[in-house]
C-alpha cells in the first residue's frame, strides 16, 4: 500500500497549522492556503463548484480525484479525496480520514450531502439582521456608557460568506496539527489563530458558545469545538467514545453527557433570548441596549432578569412607571452632567407622580435602581465580590410546618431544622434534602449576605461606576446613595438569592442524576450467570411465592406458586424439591420484595439440613425493582404471552442474573431503584442521562443480531424502536444476517444509522456457519475471507443504480466477514486487512493465541504508534483494531465486574455486634454514603468519609472512586441501632 509522496505531506502540513474550523479564519491571510486545503479534502466536483476564481491555483491538486476512479490505485491526491461512508466523521484531523474508507460509497452519499447543504437559509438571513443591531455602539442617552462589543458578530460577515460557500462540508476543515504531548498523546492543535474555535451557531448570541462552554466543563477549547461539530453532525455518545477518540481527548462518556448537557442549556437559553427579542419587538419596546443585554445573557437568570419588566400583562416595574412620567432624562443628566438638573422644572400639580418634589426625587432613585441592578459590570462586580466573602445558607423549622405536615415527616428533616452552611462548601445531598423540606413545607431556607458587602459595594459603585461627570450638589448625591442602597436591597439581593439557589439546586441535580447513571452503569454490566438453570422466586404472603424455572438460555421452562408461609411449609417443600431435582436446578433466585426475609431464612435452613441432596443448592438475593412494572406491559404480553403478571415477576427475577443487561433494558431506568432524589430532580434531565447511560452499556457489550430481542436491539448506538422493528422483520422475511453491509438494505437505516450502530453489531460466525452452510460457501480460512474483508465495503449505495448492479453487489456481500464479530468498525476494514498482512495474521485466527502473539511481536519491534503511522491511521484506531481482533469469539467485558453473591446461610439483625467483619453487596450508592447487603434483611450504610482511596482495589480498572451496586466489599460494623434498624458499617476492602 503506498503511502503519500512527500509533496503531498508538505502540504498537508501546511493546512494543519491554520484554524480548526476554516469559516472562521481570516480571509486575506490564509485563502492560498484555504485554495489548497479546498483542493486535498474536497471531491473534484465540489472544488470546481465552490473555487472558481482560484482554479489555476488548484491544477495540481485536482488530479486527485481522477486517480480515485481506480479502486487499487492510490496516488498523491486520492489518499485524502478518499472518502468513509458518512459526510460527518472527518472532523478536525487528518489522520481520521486517511486511516478509514476507501470505498466510493462514501464518495456519491458525501456529494449528495454537500449539495443539500449548499442552500441558502431563510434562518441565517434573520441571524444576520439580529447581528447587525447587536453590533451597533448604544449611544449615550441610551445608557450604555461601556465599549462592549460582541463576541461574534465581528466576524459574522466573513463567517457567514465562508459558510456559504461550503463550510457546512466536513472535508472543508484544515486539519489540526498533531504534536505529542504528555497529556494528549494522540496529539492536540499546537497554537490556534483568533477565532479559530468559533462554531457558527443557529442562532447568535454576543458570546462564543466554544469559549463558554470551555469555562463551564473545564475542557480544552479545541475539544470543545470538535465535540459540538460531532453532536452536530448526529454523532452518538458510544461511537465518539470508541472510534473518535483523538478528536475528544480521550474524554470518557459522563464527561461527554455533561458537555452535551450544558451545551443544550446554551442553546435553550440562545433560543429564549431570540423568541424574547421577537416578542419585545412587536411590541415595539426594543431599544439597542436592551438587545445588547439579551444577546450578553449566558443564563435563563439573567435572561430572566433583563426581560422581567417588559413580559406582557405586567403593570410595571416601579422604574417603568417612572420613566411612563418622562423622568429617564433626569436620571441621566443626574449621571452625565449634573449641574444643569433642575428637578423642581419637573413639577406637575396635576399629574399623580409629578406632584411634588419627594414624588419626583423618588421616581429618579427607581429608574437609577434599575439601571444599577441590569449593568453587566455592577453585577460582575458583585458576584466577585460574592465569591470571595462569606455567604450561607440557612434552613429553619417552619412556624405552620406542625399543623399540616405530619410529625413523622417533620422528623425526617431534623439535621436541617436548625441548619446553617458556607454555599461554598455545602454537600449536593443536603441541598437537595433542604429543597424537598421546603417543597413539603416543613422548612424555610433563606440565603444570607453579609451587610458589609453592601458597604463596599457602594463604595465601588460612587467611586468608579456610577461617580457623576461633575460636580453634583448634596441632594442629588443623596439621591445617588438611596438609589445605590435600594438597588442594592430591593434588586440586586433578590436576584443573587435566586441565582445562587438556582446555581445549587441545578449542580445537586446534575451531580445526584451523575450517581445515578454511574450506579445504573455498574447494574446494567453485572457479570451474567450463563450455562444455570435457575430458580426466580417472588416471595408474598397471601398470594404465595411465584416460581419460575428457566432454562441456560433464558426459556421459560416451568411455572408453579407455593405457599411457604401458611403454615404449609413443609408440604410445599417436597414440592420444590422435586422441581429442582426434575429440572436439575441448583440455583435459586430470591427478589428483595415483600417476605423476602422469610423466603430467604426459608431456603437457608433446607440448604443447611441437606433437603435438597444430591444437588448443592445456593441461592442469592436480587432486586426486583420495576419486575411488577414490567410484567404488566405491552413489552411482557408480547414476550409470554397467556402467562400471568405475577409468574412474569419470577420469571424477570430470574433473568436478572442469567442475563442483567438483556432483561433490565426492558426496565423504565428510573423504576430500577439505584437512585438518589430522583424524584426530586428534573424528569427531563433524568431520563435523558439514564437512556444515554443505558444506550452506552448495551452498545459496548454488543448485540448478536442474529438472535437479538428487538426491546434490546432498540438501545443500540444510531436505532431506535422503528429502525430496530425492521431489522427484526428483515430478519423473519431474509433469515439471518450474513455480514454487516446487509444492515444497509434494512428499511429506515440510513448511511448516518449504518455508520453509527455497525461497529456495536456482532455477527456470530459460528451461527452462520451452521446456519448457512447448505446455501453459502464460507471457509474458515484463505484468500477468499479478505476478499470479503475488502469487497464487503464496496458496496454502492445509491439507491438509484441500476437493478443489475444491485443485483452484483448483493452477491458480493452474501459472504461472511470473520471481521463482523468483532469491535472493528466496517470503515476501518482496509486498515485492519493491511494490519494483518503486516503481522502475517489471517482472519482465521482471530481471538486466537497466535493472533496475540503476532500482534506482540509486531508491537514489540515498532511500538503501537509507529505501527499507526505506517498503516495512515491513528493509535486510537489501531488500538481498537488489535483489541478486535485479539478478543476471543463471543468475548464479553462484562466477566470482569462482580457476579451475584451466592450464599448457603443467613446471619440475623440480633447476631451482630459492633466490630463484626462481614461480606456483603453494595445495593445502591449516594452522595453521602454506600449502602450495602449484609444478609441481615436490613442493608447497612458505609459513610463516604470512609471510603477512602486506600480501600479500594487497585488491581480492578475502577470507572470511579466510588463503588457502584453489585460490587463485593469486606465491612465491619461500627454501630447497631435496632430500634431504628440502621447499621453504620465501615469499609474494610473490596473484593
Same mark, same amino acid.
Not at 47 to 74: D, F, H, I, T
Not at 263 to 277: D, F, G, P, Q
Not at 444 to 468: A, L, S, Y
Not at 610 to 620: E, G, M, Q, S, T
Given at each position: 500500500?503506498?503511502?503519500?509522496? &512527500? &509533496? ?44 472558481? $476564481? ?30 468513509? +461512508? ?170 461527554? &453527557? ?23 419587538? *412587536? ?17 435563563? +437568570? ?15 416595574? *416601579? ?19 449634573? %449641574? ?8 406637575? $400639580?396635576?399629574?399623580? =407622580? ?70 461554598? #462548601? ?9 429543597? &424537598? ?40 448625591? *443623596? ?51 450463563? @450455562? ?34 401458611? %403454615? ?22 430470591? @427478589? ?94 433524568? *431520563? ?10 448495551? !452498545?459496548?457489550?454488543?448485540? #448478536? ?30 433469515? $439471518? ?12 437505516? =440510513? ?7 455497525? @461497529? ?20 474458515? !480460512? ?10 464487503? %465495503? ?11 448492479? !444491485? ?33 502475517? @495474521? ?47 469469539? !463471543? ?101
Amino acid at each position: 500500500m503506498s503511502t503519500l509522496p &512527500r &509533496r503531498a505531506k508538505i502540504q498537508a502540513q501546511t493546512v494543519k497549522s491554520q484554524d480548526e474550523f476554516s469559516y472562521f479564519s481570516e480571509p486575506s491571510s490564509a485563502s492560498e492556503e484555504d485554495d489548497e486545503e479546498d483542493s486535498i479534502w474536497e471531491p473534484q466536483k465540489k472544488v470546481s463548484r465552490s473555487r472558481k $476564481p482560484s482554479a489555476p491555483k488548484e491544477s495540481k491538486p485536482k488530479r486527485g480525484p481522477r486517480v480515485k476512479k481506480s479502486p487499487r490505485q492510490r496516488g498523491a491526491g486520492s489518499e485524502p479525496v478518499a472518502v468513509k +461512508e458518512e459526510p460527518d466523521t472527518s472532523v478536525a484531523i487528518a489522520d481520521v480520514d486517511l486511516e478509514e474508507n476507501k470505498n466510493k460509497a462514501g464518495t456519491a452519499q458525501t456529494l449528495k450531502t454537500a449539495r443539500a447543504k449548499r442552500k441558502p437559509s431563510a434562518q441565517r438571513t434573520k441571524k444576520l439582521k439580529v447581528d447587525e443591531e447587536a453590533s451597533r455602539a448604544c449611544p449615550t442617552e441610551g445608557g450604555c456608557s461601556n465599549t462592549e462589543t460582541p463576541s461574534t458578530s465581528s466576524a459574522c460577515e466573513g463567517g457567514c460568506k465562508r459558510e456559504n460557500d461550503g463550510a457546512d462540508f466536513p472535508l472543508n476543515e484544515p486539519a489540526l496539527k498533531r504534536v505529542k504531548t504528555e497529556a494528549c498523546p494522540e496529539g492536540q492543535p499546537a497554537k490556534f489563530a483568533a477565532g479559530a474555535n468559533s462554531i457558527k451557531e443557529e442562532v447568535e448570541m454576543n458570546w462564543d458558545i466554544v469559549q463558554v462552554l470551555c469555562e463551564r466543563t473545564n475542557i480544552e477549547p479545541w475539544v470543545c469545538a470538535n465535540i459540538i461539530r460531532l453532536f452536530n453532525d448526529d454523532n452518538t455518545i458510544p461511537f465518539i467514545v470508541r472510534y473518535r477518540k483523538e478528536l475528544i481527548n480521550n474524554l470518557d462518556a459522563d464527561s461527554l &453527557r455533561e458537555i452535551r448537557q450544558a451545551l443544550e442549556e446554551l442553546r435553550a437559553v440562545a433560543k429564549k433570548v431570540h423568541s424574547t427579542i421577537q416578542k419585545i419587538k *412587536k411590541e415595539e419596546k426594543m431599544s439597542e441596549c436592551l438587545l445588547k443585554a439579551l444577546l450578553n445573557c449566558k443564563t435563563f +437568570e439573567e435572561l430572566e432578569h433583563v426581560s422581567a419588566p417588559y413580559k406582557t400583562g405586567n403593570k410595571g416595574t *416601579k422604574a417603568q412607571r417612572a420613566k411612563q412620567l418622562g423622568l429617564e432624562g433626569a436620571a441621566w443628566t443626574l449621571l452625565e452632567n449634573p %449641574g444643569r438638573l433642575n428637578l423642581l422644572s419637573y413639577i406637575k $400639580p396635576d399629574v399623580t =407622580g409629578l406632584a411634588e418634589l419627594q414624588d419626583i426625587e423618588m421616581g429618579v432613585q427607581h429608574i437609577l435602581a434599575d439601571m444599577i441592578a441590569k449593568d453587566k459590570d455592577t453585577l460582575d462586580f458583585i458576584r466577585d465580590l460574592c465569591q470571595r466573602r462569606y455567604i450561607c445558607i440557612q434552613s429553619s423549622l417552619a412556624k405552620v410546618s406542625s399543623k399540616k405536615v405530619n410529625e413523622k415527616d417533620v422528623g425526617k428533616f431534623q439535621l436541617y431544622q436548625n441548619f446553617s452552611c458556607n454555599i461554598r #462548601d455545602i454537600q449536593h445531598h443536603q441541598i437537595l434534602a433542604i429543597n &424537598r423540606g421546603e417543597n413539603l413545607k416543613i422548612l424555610t431556607v433563606k440565603i444570607n449576605i453579609p451587610d458589609g458587602m453592601r458597604n463596599e459595594f457602594c463604595r465601588w459603585c460612587i467611586q468608579h461606576r456610577w461617580r457623576p461627570r461633575g460636580f453634583a450638589r448634596p441632594e442629588l448625591m *443623596k439621591i445617588l446613595h438611596n438609589s445605590l442602597d435600594d438597588s442594592f436591597k430591593r434588586l440586586i439581593v433578590p436576584l443573587l438569592c435566586r441565582e445562587f439557589r438556582a446555581k445549587l439546586t441545578s449542580d445537586a441535580e446534575k451531580e445526584s442524576v451523575m450517581m445515578f447513571g454511574k450506579n445504573l452503569r455498574q447494574l446494567l454490566l453485572t457479570s451474567p450467570v450463563p @450455562g444455570r438453570t435457575l430458580m426466580g422466586v417472588d416471595p408474598g404472603y397471601k398470594h404465595g411465592c411465584k416460581l419460575a424455572i428457566i432454562s441456560p438460555t433464558s426459556q421459560i421452562l416451568h411455572t408453579d406458586v407455593v405457599y411457604l408461609h401458611c %403454615g404449609q411449609g413443609f408440604r410445599e417443600a417436597e414440592k420444590i424439591k422435586r422441581l429442582l431435582l426434575d429440572f436439575n436446578c441448583s440455583t435459586v433466585v430470591i @427478589g428483595n420484595g415483600t417476605a423476602c426475609r422469610e423466603t430467604e431464612a426459608y431456603f437457608a435452613d433446607l440448604i443447611m439440613k441437606n433437603y435438597f441432596a444430591p444437588l448443592d443448592v445456593v441461592y442469592c438475593i436480587v432486586s426486583e425493582a420495576g419486575a411488577s412494572i414490567y410484567s404488566v406491559s405491552p413489552e411482557a404480553n408480547k414476550e409470554m404471552p397467556g402467562l400471568d403478571p405475577n409468574l412474569r415477576s419470577a420469571v424477570s427475577i430470574a433473568r436478572r442474573v442469567q442475563d442483567p443487561l438483556a432483561e433490565l433494558v426492558k426496565i423504565e431506568p428510573k423504576h430500577i431503584g439505584v437512585g438518589m432524589y430522583q424524584h426530586d430532580v428534573s424528569q427531563t434531565l433524568l *431520563k435523558a442521562t439514564l437512556d444515554s447511560v443505558v444506550e452506552e452499556c448495551v !452498545s459496548f457489550v454488543g448485540v #448478536d443480531v442474529n438472535i437479538c430481542s428487538e426491546v434490546l436491539l432498540r438501545h443500540i448506538a444510531g436505532l431506535n424502536a422503528n429502525r430496530a422493528k425492521s431489522i427484526i422483520e428483515w430478519r423473519e422475511k431474509n433469515g $439471518p444476517f450474513i455480514n454487516r453491509e446487509q444492515l444497509k438494505e434494512v428499511k429506515g437505516l =440510513g448511511p448516518k444509522s449504518f455508520q453509527q450502530c455497525a @461497529g456495536f453489531i456482532r455477527i456470530n460466525q459460528a451461527y452462520i456457519r451452521t446456519c448457512c452452510s447448505s446455501s453459502q460457501q464460507t471457509g474458515s !480460512s484463505g484468500p477468499s475471507q479478505g476478499v470479503a474483508a475488502t469487497s464487503a %465495503g464496496a458496496k454502492v449505495t445509491d439507491e438509484k443504480q441500476g437493478k443489475k448492479k !444491485s443485483k452484483a453487489a448483493a452477491s458480493v456481500e452474501l459472504k461472511p466477514n470473520p471481521l463482523d464479530q468483532t469491535c472493528i468498525h466496517p470503515e476501518s476494514y482496509d486498515i485492519a486487512t493491511r494490519f494483518l498482512s503486516l503481522i502475517g @495474521g489471517t482472519l482465521s485466527e482471530i481471538g486466537k493465541p497466535e493472533m496475540q502473539q503476532k500482534i506482540n511481536l509486531a508491537l514489540q519491534k515498532e511500538g503501537i504508534e509507529q505501527t499507526a503511522d505506517k498503516l495512515q491511521t491513528t493509535a486510537s484506531t489501531l488500538q481498537v483494531i488489535i483489541d478486535g481482533l485479539s478478543q476471543p469469539e !463471543s468475548f464479553d467485558f462484562r466477566t470482569d465486574f462482580d457476579k451475584p453473591d451466592f450464599k448457603r446461610s443467613i446471619v440475623c439483625l440480633e447476631d451482630l455486634q459492633v466490630g463484626t467483619v462481614l461480606t456483603g453487596k453494595v445495593e445502591n450508592a449516594t452522595l453521602f454514603g454506600v449502602f450495602v447487603d449484609i444478609g441481615v434483611g436490613k442493608s447497612g450504610l458505609i459513610p463516604i468519609r470512609n471510603i477512602t482511596e486506600a480501600k479500594l482495589s487497585k488491581t480492578k480498572k475502577r470507572r470511579s472512586l466510588g463503588l457502584g451496586p453489585g460490587e463485593r466489599v469486606e465491612v465491619q460494623v461500627l454501630n447497631i441501632d435496632i430500634p431504628r434498624s440502621r447499621i453504620s458499617l465501615d469499609l474494610v476492602r473490596v473484593l
